[in-house]
């Protein structure tokens, strides 16, 4: 597994893809690219020079300092050619490693070959190694043609050797990470659709493009450390503004650091997911087991206080922070609850064998159950590492608590819904499920909206009773008696999901009886 | 040898296998018979260690497929119904990848490909890309795929389907050289034809049950208790006539001027006394023979006739 070369995966791709004539085409065009591209920096600091003799008189620069900045010019040529190079390596072999990996799986599968792999003794190790380097080879051989330019164009262009290396492991890590992402979707599809990968891929994109911009602005800057660009912006620009802004609970890291250090964690999960899965029959799929989904809820979680930094223009308090870490959480959890679903025939041979409520193939409630415990508990443990900034208070937590309850019960209907879609015969259950369920919340939040024109309280009062959000409105300052009042509805709205709980489990056992 | 043990597969509302048990002892190729739909892929698949059952166990040369599925594909070779290979790698590139991830010996492989290459009849296409051989070639080489490994165990499912008359002698060869070789070989169809006069036992699926299952002689003679004798004869047919009118395990005779055919219960033995009864009456017998039973009376006996 570890001998790349000797992976069979790895060497039937490097066969396919680079023989000999198309390594050459590829290494000749890939040179004459760089020579262009040169070319093109070359005529641009050229014109950049002769404007500058052109101004030179306006702005009054001495003779010596013209020259100066003409010697110079060739240092700037070099320099502008190593960050276009370096950008340019990340684009293709991220593109290119997200593009081919999300319709490798999924492509065997339609082209009826993947039964052929899992059927021999190569490790899911083994695969998953060999796809992740073997499916983008073509993009590895042109960053390898570029290598030897690259490192010229940096040391004539006065860069550190430190600064290349540390390109070329952000653009590599980058790669992989994205590569896992790519196997990771296309495990997910039954077959392939270019179209899907395309459109996937520019999400993808844009996804890293948006953390990147709202780096400055928003409450998890580092987010932006998974896209790959803010890393290389930070190593290549000048700008200080590139440079910083990526916090560890508040500590300022290297975007570099920071982008290793999400790929490493994420990629881990995704590598687990991967090898649980990997040589699996499609419908027998499980994403993760019970424990290590409670394990990814509190990596999760852990990972959101950490990447958390209160700005100054938005100040919280600590119910304010609790509210905006638990919904935050809630989504997590959802997440968490798509990963519990369980395979039908998995479900129905627990139900037979009766194996227990915490069997890793029965319904998912009592693990998530378990998961919103974890949430809570980082949110104590959360709240403790912030206390200097939002406080560490006993009415915060309490509100926390009450959020979990709340968010607790909603998403257990919402998974009990989506596992009793998947008992239906209805396609693609779980989609269709999750978009039930999010017709439902756009209906409650329409029903909210127009009764708000009469009263804004009747509108709460829905809000409380059929949606988790009415309980976000607890702990605001709006006198004791508003409060009692929201308590009373959110109880009431409690007990009416209880009552839709136990309808799905009646629901679920019904269907489990009769099959 | 395969050991199937009471192996039970769901999807959603469908029963694809339903309690089926199997015993394929070594060097046995076993013919898997039934319409479409009747589960004999599912089995296949559970088989090699690729689909997980509902319920049972499936050992292969005695380890359990689905405690140690790598160990078991050691000796399994495998070929789905529908494929297709890949098309980008040359013929021996395509047979040398299979024989790395079935984790060969370095020093084996180059004389096992050549091998393989040769069996199949494919030693002209060696260094040609697979995107430009005909579907017989892909076919046979495919075949050659699941047996790089010197698997102990074939398991092939509908491996003549879509191939020309020609294509299917030269498939029905390749496999004739495989057993051979020693190798038990699971075989499925929907067409009996295919099966006729290649497989030692059969057995017949419907609707995910396994009807009927055994070496093909004791099926016939199980499904048979009359059998079905024909005969030609010179002169006139009173003799014949005669002794067989007046032999209890003849039935439904059915008597020309020249020949011919009646049931009759018995063994071998009584057989032959007849046909001595028959001469020794000094009558001139040209032929006289038992009408082999073909696969398809015999599944036409046990099925509800879904088959081609």
Known sequence: MIEIWKNPEFVRHFRANLRKTRAITVAATVIAICILIWLGCWGAQQSELAAMRRGAGEFQWSPERLAQMEQHSGVEVWLMFYRFLMYAQLGVLTFWSLLSCAQSISGERERKTWDFQRATRLGTGELLVGKLFGEPVLAYFIVLCCLPLTVVAGWLGGTTWQNVACGYALVLAGALFIGLTGLWLSNLFETRSRGTGLIGTFGLYLLFGLATALRETSNFPGIAGLSPLTGMLSLLQEDGRYREGATIFGAHVPWLLMSLLLYGTFGAWLVLVLLRTLKKDYDQMKTLSRREVLGCAAFLNFTMYALFLPRPWYRMDAIGFTKFMVGMSGLVLFGMGLAMLTPIERLKVWWRTRNGALADDGLAWPWLAMSVVVGYGTLVCGMFAWRHHVGFEREALMTGLLLYVVIGVYLTRDILFLQWCRLTRLRAPVLKGLLYVGLYYVAATVLVTSLNVSSEARGRAVYALMTPVGAFYAGSANGDAYQSHLLVQIVVGLAIQFAVIWALLSGIKSRLNSQ | ?308
């Open chain 2, 1 to 308: 040898m395969i050991e199937i043990e009471d192996l039970r597969k769901e999807y959603d509302d469908l029963v694809a296998v339903d309690r089926v048990s199997l015993t394929i002892p070594p060097g046995e190729i076993y013919g898997l018979i039934g319409p479409n739909g009747a589960g004999k892929t599912t089995t296949m698949r559970i088989v090699c260690g690729l689909l997980e059952p509902t319920e049972g166990r499936v050992r292969v040369n005695g380890v359990d497929v689905l405690v140690d599925a790598e160990r078991a594909q050691k000796s399994i070779g495998y070929l789905s119904d529908f494929f297709s290979l890949y098309e980008d790698l040359k013929v021996w590139e395509y047979l040398d990848y299979f024989a790395h991830a079935y984790k060969m010996a370095e020093s084996e492989i180059p004389g096992r490909i050549t091998d393989v290459i040769r069996q199949a009849g494919l030693e002209v296409k060696r260094g040609e890309l697979i995107h430009g051989l005909s579907r017989g070639m892909k076919q046979r080489l495919g075949i050659a795929r699941a047996m790089i490994h010197r698997p102990q165990v074939l398991v092939l499912d509908e491996p003549a389907s879509g191939l020309d008359p020609k294509a299917r002698v030269e498939l029905r060869n390749l496999l004739r050289s495989v057993r051979d070789e020693g190798a038990t070989i699971l075989i499925s169809s929907h067409i009996l034809s295919e099966l006729e006069g290649f497989c030692t036992s059969i057995g017949i699926m419907e609707r995910g049950r396994l009807v009927q299952s055994g070496r093909i002689e004791d099926l016939i003679s199980a499904g048979t208790q009359l059998r079905r004798v024909r005969l030609r004869w010179l002169g006139d047919g009173v003799q014949v006539w005669t002794v067989l009118d007046g032999h209890s395990g003849v039935s439904d005779s059915k008597l020309n001027k020249n020949d011919g055919e009646f049931n009759f219960s018995g063994t071998d033995e009584e057989l032959s006394q007849l046909l001595a009864e028959l001469v020794a009456g000094g009558q001139r017998i040209v032929s006289f023979g038992e009408e082999k039973q073909t696969f398809e009376e015999i599944y036409m006996k046990v099925s509800s006739h879904e088959v081609m």
